[in-house]
């Protein structure tokens, strides 16, 4: 489990126990750690919108969070502002597992993509790094072999489990002129790819481009 996560997590329980304790108990103490608790659980948040401010970003989620959070320190809800972080902190966690579950995704994808292949180049056939192949090359794929390139079937045929990008579970049939896409499966036949699209070009490529941009565009909610 990440530090980030065990953190959330800690922070959680140590607030629940003191709304807890703090709503079932009438110990001088207990308020006294209600109103440090509130106090020091509220200076990260404050901070973090000092510097989106700083950076022109007055309608950032820290900005809202900080400000609700110093209305109930100013009218002295300590009870409100430790909810108020309860809630920071919950939210800032699924945040913290859906980024970790997106990385795992896109790790996963990227160990389809294949290292080698057979190219078809100057009437002799030789096995270059994916990295090397360039657009126009004739890619030689047999059967069990992941496609590593974006094309169309130059010539043969085989079927196609396309799964990882569409998630159809039957393979699809491909003849000459058909496309294929790279990290799908050619799972019978023997095919040759005319490479239309290679290295990030590639839709596995765009489609992880794509996720990465979507994780980074979200609005941040941190504790």
């Known amino acids: 489990m990440p530090n980030e996560v065990r ?13 807890g304790a703090w709503l079932t108990l009438d110990v001088p103490i207990i308020a006294s750690l209600l109103v440090a608790g509130a106090v020091l659980g509220a200076l990260p948040v404050v901070w973090r919108a000092v510097r989106e401010v700083r950076e022109h970003n007055w ?5 809202l969070a900080s400000l609700a959070l110093v209305l109930s320190l100013v009218s002295a809800s300590w009870a409100s502002a430790l909810f108020i972080e309860l809630m920071l902190a919950a939210a800032r966690l699924l945040s913290v597992l859906t980024e970790a579950r997106t990385s795992r995704s ?6 389809l993509r294949p290292g080698t292949a057979k190219v078809r180049r100057d009437g002799g056939m030789s096995t270059i790094p994916v990295g090397d192949i360039r657009v126009g090359d004739e890619v030689v794929v047999d059967a069990g072999t992941r496609i590593a ?7 043969g045929e085989g079927a196609v489990d396309q799964s990882t990008l569409t998630g159809e579970s039957l393979p699809v049939d491909v003849a000459v002129g058909s496309p294929v896409f790279a990290s799908t499966l050619l799972a019978s036949g023997t095919i040759t790819i005319r490479a239309e699209k290679v290295g990030k070009d590639t839709t ?15 609005s941040r909610i941190s504790t």
Do not use: F
């Open 204 to 218: 596995l490529d765009r489609i992880v481009q794509l996720v990465e941009a979507a994780e980074k565009s979200q």
């Open 106 to 111: 896109i790790e996963s994808l990227l160990k």
């Open 149 to 155: 390139v974006d094309g169309s079937v130059a010539s």
């Open 7 to 19: 953190l959330q997590i800690v922070i959680i329980i140590a607030i629940s126990a003191l709304l």
């Open 59 to 63: 309608a950032s989620m820290e900005m």
